[in-house]
């Protein structure tokens, strides 16, 4: 208890000179290296020792544990989200919604609506990406408007829905666990995680809403609940559209008598969701096919491969990402074809394909590991959680872009996350 003790204070203290540093770090524009260096290296300091200290978890008092999360999370909902502007999509569409209007009809660009008011205007000043139509999907959408209902225009309501998300994927986790025959103290394995507050509670992404729903969705599977297991995925499709790549393994994995109403759930709550994103596809400002087709953060691998395509095709994107896309969904066909044995073989499989989904994506945003990281953490697989030390590297692109040194960025320091994990997974698999 003495080591996790000591490891506890030195990710707190990481935490608190962070959060110390957070409003300087307000303005992507704005951001300076040795600033930005600091706060990446203290996020990696923290993840090191949270990685080391894994193993030790399953000894400590759960209230301890709990006290531990929560106090991770609450300097975190005082200050401004770090190198991070996706909030304001956010208040925006789920103004929107609330209001009665479509966040899917027109971008923020065409113009606003006089009953957002003057905090319309104000948000619509600062909102990235203001020529392009929400990308997300109805759930995602749905979370938006209750925030706002919660509190308009603010922060504070985001935070509390992802804090009550977060609280039940602890309690889903400890019943798929329990289901599983797995310990169930690894329930607080993610809880723990210093890097998981600065995505999902300071810059309150809405990944924290779609780990519930997916591991919901294993836990109804193993039951044998074929419609809570459909209807749990498609909602979770419904905040970002890849959990769709599971449904050949849950299918897999449920009694044959299952299968009706588990796809019938599937088709109503998915094509619900995912229904206004994809009729409005069309009309060249839609945020879904921009994202699909141009954007490439964080991955340095795709980049040279971009390149090295480049010198025989004009387009070589437009051949790179169907190809991943492919890659993807014939994993997520593969890891269905033997049929799981057991919760633990049912989680690994959606870990790999939530990973490789993840790793052959052009783009690599830090909260997108909250793809992946919740299962890895229920085994736990330890490579698959080295990038709560990696990933801080991401954030050293602002002031290399600021300063003309994208390219550098892209090419180099983002293969640096990706690194440590494929050098785990050949050790773990030679």
């Not at 970002?240 to 759930?265: E, N």
Request: net charge positive; charged share 10%.
């Amino acid at each position: 208890m003495a080591r996790l003790s000591a490891a506890a204070v030195l990710v707190l203290t990481c935490t608190l000179v962070q959060v110390a540093l957070a409003p300087h770090l307000a303005d992507e524009r704005a951001a300076r290296l040795i600033p930005v260096l600091g706060f990446a290296a203290l996020a990696a300091l923290a993840g090191v020792v949270w990685l080391a200290s894994v193993p030790l978890l399953a000894a400590a008092p759960w209230a301890a544990l709990a006290a531990f999360g929560l106090v991770l999370r609450l300097p975190w909902a005082v200050v401004p989200p770090v190198l991070d502007t996706d909030h304001l999509r956010y208040l925006w569409d789920g103004a929107l919604l609330a209001n009665g209007l479509s966040p899917w009809a027109a971008p923020p660009s065409a113009g606003i609506p006089a009953i957002l008011g003057e905090a319309g205007v104000e948000v619509a000043a600062r909102l990235p990406f203001s020529g392009l139509r929400s990308i997300y999907p109805a759930s995602a959408q749905a979370v938006f408007a209750l925030a706002h209902l919660i509190a308009p225009w603010s922060l504070d309501g985001l935070r509390l829905v992802m804090l009550v998300a977060e609280l039940c994927t602890v309690v889903v986790a400890r019943g798929l666990l329990r289901r599983s025959g797995l310990p169930v103290a690894r329930c607080w394995v993610l809880w723990c995680c210093p890097l998981v507050p600065v995505m999902l509670t300071n810059a309150v992404h809405v990944e924290a809403v779609m780990v519930p729903l997916l591991l919901g969705a294993l836990w109804a599977t193993l039951a044998g609940r074929g419609a809570a297991a459909g209807a749990l995925l498609g909602l979770a499709a419904g905040v970002k559209v890849w959990p769709l790549l599971l449904a050949p393994l849950l299918g897999r994995a449920l009694p044959r008598q299952c299968l009706p109403a588990a796809a019938v759930a599937l088709a109503l709550t998915a094509g619900l969701s995912l229904a206004p994103v994809i009729v409005t596809l069309g009309g060249g400002n839609a945020g879904l096919a921009s994202y699909a087709t141009g954007w490439l953060v964080n991955n340095a691998p795709f980049a040279w491969a971009e390149v090295l395509l480049g010198t025989v095709l004009a387009a070589p994107g437009q051949v790179l990402r169907p190809m991943v896309a492919l890659v993807a969904g014939l994993v997520g066909i593969g890891v269905a074809v033997p049929r799981p044995s057991g919760g633990k073989a049912l989680i690994e499989r959606a870990m790999c394909v939530a990973a490789v989904t993840f790793y052959l994506s052009p783009a690599q945003y830090p909260w997108y590991a909250m793809w992946f990281m919740p299962f890895a953490a229920l085994l736990p697989f330890r490579p698959l959680l080295i990038p709560a030390a990696s990933l801080p590297a991401y954030w050293l692109f602002f002031p290399l872009h600021a300063t003309g040194n994208g390219a550098l960025f892209n090419h180099g320091v983002a293969a640096l996350h990706a690194l440590p994990v494929a050098v785990a997974l050949l050790l773990r698999w030679r």
